[in-house]
């Protein structure tokens, strides 16, 4: 089992910067899958980007394509979430999800792909 907690989030102007990390507790950090997914005011939880165990493949959500990495750093436990050129629509609440599950792409765009998430961070993005 692991425990995800996220931070990093906080106000910021349209088109400014954050980073957002996942520490992760537990010493088989490299065998997760790990996610980030946002939820904002009034709307479903939605995909946002995920990493696989080594790094070496990502995948995002369209919306956010060009403008936000994932990383990862294995000795450190730890997933990022660089986001620029923020919107005013990237508002929201930012989950970092965990699975060693092996599943398809698709499938990891999908919150049931997960089996451990954290509390959140909330990135407010004004105009």
């Known amino acids: 089992q692991v425990q995800l907690v996220e931070s990093g989030g906080g106000l910021v102007q349209a088109g400014g910067s954050l980073r957002l990390s996942c520490a992760a507790s537990?010493?088989?950090?490299?065998?997760?899958?790990m996610g980030w997914f946002r939820q904002a005011p009034g709307k479903e939880r939605e995909f946002v980007a995920r990493?696989?165990?080594?790094?070496?493949?990502?995948d995002y959500a369209e919306s956010v394509r060009g403008r936000f990495t994932i990383s990862r750093d294995n000795a450190k436990n730890t997933v990022f979430l660089q986001m620029v050129s923020l919107k005013p629509e990237d508002t929201a609440d930012y989950y970092c999800?965990?699975?060693?599950?092996?599943?398809?792409?698709?499938?990891?765009?999908?919150?049931?792909?997960?089996?451990?998430w954290g509390q959140g961070t909330r990135v407010t993005v004004s105009s």
């Open positions: 537990g010493r088989t950090f490299s065998s997760y899958t």
């Open positions: 990493i696989s165990r080594n790094g070496p493949i990502t």
């Open positions: 999800a965990a699975t060693t599950s092996f599943r398809s792409a698709l499938a990891y765009t999908t919150e049931s792909a997960y089996d451990y």
